[in-house]
């Protein structure tokens, strides 16, 4: 299903908690703490099992401080663990992400990797593996937060240097007292749809290699300044294809700490309809973009496309418009068909996670 729909991290636990230097000591020398090893290379990367459905790997404090007895410093507070991630026999696991990059030499590094765990990308994680949901989003979380601390050792506005406060979710300056908090982007994204329902509009990213090389997927955007979605959308569409919408409805949103720039995004969903069939393709912008028949997305969906193109897998939102307009009647086709496909998908998944609750048993043990 799409991924990062819920993080299995009780955030809210930890709003008091932060702020108190005495409680985030107690929980770091507490035997329930794990910390997520992370490399934050030019490809953020994540420890993860070898062996089988790939895994993160776990670390206690014991083994953590052994590769360097400074490894403490860096790391940042998630929070405890709870609704499908791993737990311990009497509780809840205590995460934390560290990368070990901050006090480790490149060829240390990449010994840890061995025959039983390697290093893995977050988004090769997310995107084409088998991986629990659970352990994509942790592993999404520590690489969001890691990424973004690494990227906020100066305060923008002053130059100051800033050290890790509160468990390491915000920074401060060292002098002074101004702090920096993580951000995210947000981003529209959406499906165009022909006047008539009968075509979608599919973009191909400019010099896409290896599995993106014949990847179509919905165009999308950032938001500007002072912009809305719809019109950020409209923008984009405009921008990239050359195409004017002449109506645009948001369906859902998705959190994706994964964003190509190293930071994390929040993908607004929408769906459009084209005022008409014309295309200004903008090849400075993207590889390619054309109007596909739902017949022939089917074939993408199902990887049987005669000229191997395909859609994105079903762990990004656009997999999610694409299938329900594909799947759907073709002479009924609204957006707000999808609309309520994208809401019984929200509702399935909140009954996953009552089920979830009445599972919490199966959840793996460390």
Not at 233 to 248: M, P, S, T, Y
Request: proline share 5%; glycine share 8%; charged share 20%.
């Amino acid at each position: 299903g799409m991924r990062f729909a819920k993080v299995p991290i009780d955030r809210a636990a930890t709003h008091t908690i932060r702020r108190d230097p005495a409680s985030l000591r107690k929980i770091f020398l507490s035997h329930k703490a794990r910390f997520v090893p992370l490399h934050l290379s030019k490809d953020p990367l994540v420890l993860t099992s070898s062996v089988g459905p790939p895994a993160i790997v776990w670390w206690t404090r014991e083994e953590l401080l052994a590769l360097h007895n400074e490894a403490e410093g860096h790391a940042i507070y998630l929070g405890p663990v709870v609704d499908g991630g791993p737990i311990l026999a009497d509780g809840e696991v205590e995460a934390f992400a560290v990368d070990v990059g901050g006090f480790l030499t490149a060829d240390a590094v990449q010994a840890l990797a061995s025959d039983k765990q390697r290093w893995r990308s977050g988004r090769d994680l997310a995107l084409f593996t088998d991986a629990a949901d659970a352990d994509v989003s942790i592993a999404g979380l520590a690489l969001a937060l890691a990424c973004w601390s690494a990227n906020a050792q100066f305060h923008p506005m002053s130059g100051r240097r800033t050290a890790p406060v509160e468990g390491g979710v915000k920074r401060q300056e060292v002098d002074g007292h101004r702090k920096v908090y993580p951000r995210t982007d947000p981003v529209a994204i959406g499906l165009i749809v022909s006047a008539d329902g009968q075509r979608t509009l599919l973009h191909r990213r400019k010099n896409a290699t290896g599995p993106y090389a014949k990847m179509y997927t919905c165009i999308s955007g950032f938001i500007d300044q002072c912009e809305s979605v719809e019109d950020a959308f409209r923008r984009e569409a405009l921008e990239e294809a050359g195409v004017e919408l002449a109506q645009v409805d948001l369906l859902a949103s998705q959190g994706w700490p994964l964003g190509r720039s190293g930071s994390c995004e929040l993908m607004i969903g929408c769906t459009a309809i084209a005022a008409s069939d014309e295309l200004q393709v903008n090849y400075h912008e993207v590889g390619d973009a054309r109007w596909f028949t739902r017949a022939e997305v089917l074939t993408m969906l199902a990887r049987k496309h005669p000229d191997d193109l395909l859609v994105p897998p079903p762990s990004a939102i656009a997999y999610h418009l694409i299938s329900q307009w594909a799947t759907s009647a073709a002479r009924t086709w609204r957006s707000g068909s999808v609309r309520g496909s994208v809401i019984s998908m929200a509702v399935a998944g909140v009954l996953g996670v009552l089920a979830g609750v009445a599972l919490a048993r199966s959840r793996p043990r460390l």
